[in-house]
């Protein structure tokens, strides 16, 4: 019988770390038939059980890249791949000489726990920011406390040591097993993760495959720690989004994890008829150009003087001017008179419209400009971010922080639900411009300002650079604000069902921009509860 297991995070789960209802459904159908299903992640199983709950599954998984290897409904250790005394000794010893400060994952009291030196968060700043809530973390004081309980993991976040170093500290006579990968969701984050040298996850799928009585092993993956698994499969397949690694490595390369790839592999291999397929609900996402992209932001530099704060408080005009340049390009197409105002940018697709402050500001244009033709909004939002602090007498760059994530969607859904007036109307697109930029503080006095402090932002040049457009979403309104449907949504649901099933802290402020879109509808009560139903599609979706 045959074991297939998949990677999550890139692999079955979409970039959004969601499973469509398509690939439950399909998998959930091969469990019942009795195909052996499982998943094989760098994950623990509280953070991993959220995102596979529309999945039946019963088979052992991995988690910590190989571990533990678990019961996927109750987390219990069925295997225990852990550190030796010796291993985990030279490891603390190692940290405290070199002065680092890794993520160190252990049980304490019997909790799962992440604990990290709290004055030192930027070491992990791009771990901690995007977990808030997570009852697992663990700031603490000093070294002792860091080390404290049954530990199984370390992890290093942009490593300040020499990859070599780590490599002939963290080897595999020394009792570890490492593995070096960019962060899934951030490619400038590079994570060196270390564990027993008795854990990878193809050990630990050989070690399910015993308990299953599985006699094939077929692994999906993205990422390079995906390869001991896809080297030891029977069959190794890459998703069409994985590493060059892992694809030169692997037997087969399907579609992407965004198609659903890996369900429909395995229903093919088992004679399962598939439905066509689902409608696509996912953001409109337009691939960005990114030598155009690079050639707005020289000509906008070049416009507006100064580089290394000196641009000052024109960071909104700056980001502005890219995106102008980037989306319409020839000068003669920029600030047209239309009527009474002036657009950012006419051209063939109708009017421009680039509006880096508050959406609702633009009300008198847009009842203006959507009499004389269709208008695109394009609403600039910053996804990740880095500061640079540059001396201004000496022009040296004192410090960098690393890129981090930006996840700003409450204020995405005020500034859509403040144009709600303008939803019915079918000549009006909004576009997302999802950017990594920088923000560049130059000062004067030799002393790294605490930019906390109100007077010493007054007395630094703040630049904030658009480095890259990243990605675009496109909505076309009304019917393109429906990518704010969670999936999963019963027939008819109540605002606390609502909010529990899209599970983020601005879910009661994203059902109202639907509701104003005409998306869903009050269809009952109950007690003193509005009972709502999503709308039928109409002819303007």
Known sequence: MTLY????????LRSDKSISDETAGIINRLVSEGVL??????RSFSSASPLVK?????????TFNGVFVIDPKTGRHIVENVFSAASFKTAVEFFNR?????LVYSYIDGRERVSYLEDRLEDVYGYVSTRQGDERLRPVISREELFQGT????????????????????????????????DTYNKDEMWYEIFSRNASKAAALLQVMELTRADRLVCFGDNTNDLSMIRAADVGVAVSNACAELKKNANKVIGSSQDGA???FIAEENGMTLPEASEVTAPREIITDKDRFSQALSSAMIRIRGMHGSVGTQNEKLIHAVLKNYYAPFADDQEIRIGKFFADAVNEDGIFEIQTKKLHLLREKLTAFTQAARVTIVHPVEAMTRSVYIDSDTGEVVKETPFRRVNDRQRIYEELYSIRDFFPNTKITVILAKLRTEKRVAFHGGKLPDMRSRSARKKADITKIPLELLEETRIDLPGGLRILLPEGLPERFTKKEFCKIAKEPSSSLRLEVLRAAGLITKVDMIGKSYVYSIAERSEND
């Open 5 to 12: 297991a998949t990677d999550l995070d890139g692999t079955l």
């Open 37 to 42: 299903f499982t998943y094989a992640t760098a």
């Open 54 to 62: 529309k999945l039946n599954l019963s088979c052992p998984a991995v």
């Open 98 to 102: 070199e002065k680092l400060a890794p």
């Open 151 to 182: 530990v199984f993991y370390f992890t290093l976040l942009n490593p300040k040591v020499d990859y070599e170093v780590l490599d002939r500290v963290f080897s595999r006579e020394n009792g570890f097993a490492v593995n070096l990968m960019p």
């Open 262 to 264: 890996v369900a429909r």
